[in-house]
């Protein structure tokens, strides 16, 4: 992610998303089908780990985890949870080949300008082992803009998606949709998306 005024929300208002996320990621069944997708023990990404709930849930079911967010206050909180290695970067940074068995792109790479999006799932598909997954969740919709928070998005359907996915070697898979607040507070739909390596 490289907007600034996306990252300063998110630095700014580091409390009020943990505790949303406290609530939200509990009742969450993506996670669950993310950890059942990786092998036993596997290294995964948490890629935009916002504060960590996420990365926390895989570390307790045994996964070796590796997180990386571009804003300081969210590194800071994921960096203390126990079983998480984090890290400071943006979605460029990743330059791995062949280290992940899975990768957790959930609802951070709809911050990145639509233009890099098929550069950052090439990265992704690069650093996936081979059969790797990645589970990667977006809003629904089309264009891209701000919300009231000062954030700003891209909006994507299932079709775009898969030809983004398939065009950096991807293949894709089982797909999710459903509606929700989030921080900005008014319903919005999104789509998670799983594929692999």
Not at 136 to 152: A, E, I, Q
Request: glycine share 14%.
């Amino acid at each position: 992610m490289s907007d600034a005024r996306t990252l300063a929300v998110y630095n700014r208002q580091s409390d009020a998303y943990a505790a949303m996320m406290d609530r939200e990621a509990a009742g969450d069944p993506m996670i669950g089908r993310f950890i059942a997708a990786c092998p036993a023990g596997g290294r995964v990404l948490d890629l935009g780990c916002g504060a960590g709930h996420y990365a926390l849930r895989m570390a307790e079911a045994g996964l070796q985890v590796w997180a990386l967010d571009a804003a300081e206050a969210m590194v800071e909180r994921t960096a203390k949870l126990p079983g998480v290695s984090a890290r400071l970067g943006r979605f460029e940074d990743l330059d791995e080949r062949d280290a992940y068995d899975g990768v957790w792109a959930y609802f951070s790479l709809l911050h990145a300008p639509r233009g890099d999006m098929p550069d950052h799932l090439a990265r992704i598909a690069t650093a996936l082992r081979p059969g790797g997954v990645l589970f990667l969740g977006l809003k629904r919709g089309s264009g891209g803009g701000r919300d009231r928070l000062d954030r700003h998005y891209e909006y994507y359907e299932r079709e775009e998606l898969e030809r983004l996915l398939t065009g950096a070697g991807l293949r894709p898979g089982d797909c999710w949709f459903g509606t929700a607040e989030g921080m900005a507070g008014h319903p919005e739909g999104w789509i998670v998306m799983a594929a692999h390596g």
